[in-house]
């Protein structure tokens, strides 16, 4: 079947810029091939891509999601990894509610506020095999300052990671064309036995987006 590009005729109230966005995501086939597969984000077909090159993803194992929401990640490491009988194997954190889902435990925290956060560091009673971070700031169209908030949290994320990883554990997190910065490099490549920076096809094109993949977590 051919598919057939949907346009999005203005309407009142609506800017320009909504009704762009509005009509790429009708046209996006991963945000269709979402729907279908019944995940809540097309951001899962990232996670699915990284996982198929990089196999990070195993039975048994212990993840953590940082800035979860809406859960599609959530959706994939919970079929990944499966489930265990005193629990969820799965966590996800986020400012915002999630909807439930089978084996995955939503935190409703703001990961950088340092009392919410220390409360749940408290509440863990074991380290993760992977903590996936897909976090980013809300855009402001200034490249600079969006890099440097997106640093921000990769740093964040990073310092947990050292923290709270397995050995022989896995890091993903969310960067733009920047990268990490210098110095989260610099500790990732000393602390992990393999770091890539890869784009998933499901990133948009034009998206600055990609991901440093670190595995193999030294203790």
């Known amino acids: 079947m051919r598919n057939l590009k949907v346009k999005v005729k203005s309407a009142k109230g609506r800017s320009v810029s909504s009704t762009k966005w509005l009509q790429r995501q009708l046209n996006d086939p991963f945000v269709q091939e979402a729907k279908l597969q019944g995940f809540r984000s097309r951001s899962a077909f990232k996670l699915i891509e990284i996982n198929n090159k990089f196999n990070l993803l195993k039975k048994g194992h212990n993840v953590l999601d940082l800035g979860c929401a809406p859960g599609g990640w959530c959706q994939v490491a919970a079929q990944k990894v499966g489930m265990k009988s005193s629990g969820e194997l799965v966590v996800g954190l986020d400012l915002k509610s999630c909807e439930p889902i089978v084996g995955v435990k939503f935190v409703e925290i703001d990961f950088l506020d ?100 670190a595995i193999g977590y030294k203790q």
């Open 114 to 213: 340092e009392t919410q956060f220390l409360e749940f560091e408290n509440s863990l009673d074991t380290k993760f095999n992977v903590i996936l971070s897909d976090m980013a700031p809300n855009s402001t169209g200034h490249k600079k300052t969006d890099n440097l908030q997106i640093m921000a949290l990769v740093e964040a994320a990073s310092d947990f990671a050292m923290k709270y990883l397995k050995q022989d554990g896995c890091f993903v997190a969310k960067v733009l064309d920047a990268g990490p910065g210098p110095d989260i490099q610099r500790l990732v490549n000393k602390k992990f036995e393999k770091v890539i920076n890869f784009k998933p096809k499901a990133s948009r094109s034009d998206s600055s987006e990609r991901y440093l993949v």
